[in-house]
């Protein structure tokens, strides 16, 4: 029996003339400043050219989730005026469409277990071999690896322009269902992007990286990719990126307008300080009209915390 590829359901039901965009937190803790961003030009981007916004929460990692982030960072989206579209997505939601598309790459041997340990990957360079390719391997506590048959070693960003990566990188066989059991970011991201009939993604240059991996499984599934944006990311004091892995303090819902002012400076848009005594939904409702992707730097120097 041949199996039918489990996503070509969504691509047939929703042809791609409306701009989708999304946002797509992991509820690992509140929002901070750096995740506004992305929301704040995800949502201006999609609400210029007349689409959708969508949010997803990114729910498939469970020990590095915070009970009640996802609430929290709904909540605080709304206080920001960042109304979405359509019924929030959550990804604990979809592993029957996870385990389905997995089923079919294996069915097209496009995929294999793998047992290699990441401290054997690291003695090796750093870089997975296919060791396991050609090894049939069954049973437990196997990772699963796409064989890479379109690696993406560039692509055209709309914010930072041609975005290269490593040519070994962009070949490795990289995992879409871990050993843990847990199915992998890669494969959810793209399998959910299909799902929900993205057709942009504007998010942070964090994810910059994974961007080839997830063109390399798009091209395998043979579905049409989405264009990508990727917003400069805030940094901390000391050089790192804010995240809540290192402690970026919440944003504080009692001002927005402020915080919303400050983002989209960061964001390059052509706003003034007297914004900060509209409404909120004033404020947005600005920043939609005024919004032009083209003003956003490539890097940020200026240095938030
Ligand atoms: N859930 C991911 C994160 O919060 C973002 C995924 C994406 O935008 O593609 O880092
Ligand atoms: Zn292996």
Redesign the pocket.
Known sequence: MTNANPLNTFVDKRPLQQYRG?????PSGPLHFG?LI?ALASFCQAKEAGGKWLVRI?DIDPPREQPGADKAILKTLEAFGLHWDEEVLYQSQQHQLYLETLDFLSAENLSYGCDCSRAKIKKIGGIYQRHCRDLNLSGENLATRLVNHHPFDCFEDKIQGLVKQPEDLAREDFIIFRRDGLFA?QLA?VVDDIYQGITE?V??C??LQ?TCRQLTLFKTLGIASPDYAHVPLAITDEGYKLSKQNGAPAIDEHRPQELLYKALKFLGQPVTKDIIDCSVDEVIQSAIANWQLFSVPKDREIVYR
């Open positions: 999304r946002f797509a937190p992991s995740s992305a990114e970011y991201v993604i998010r942070g964090d994810l994974p």
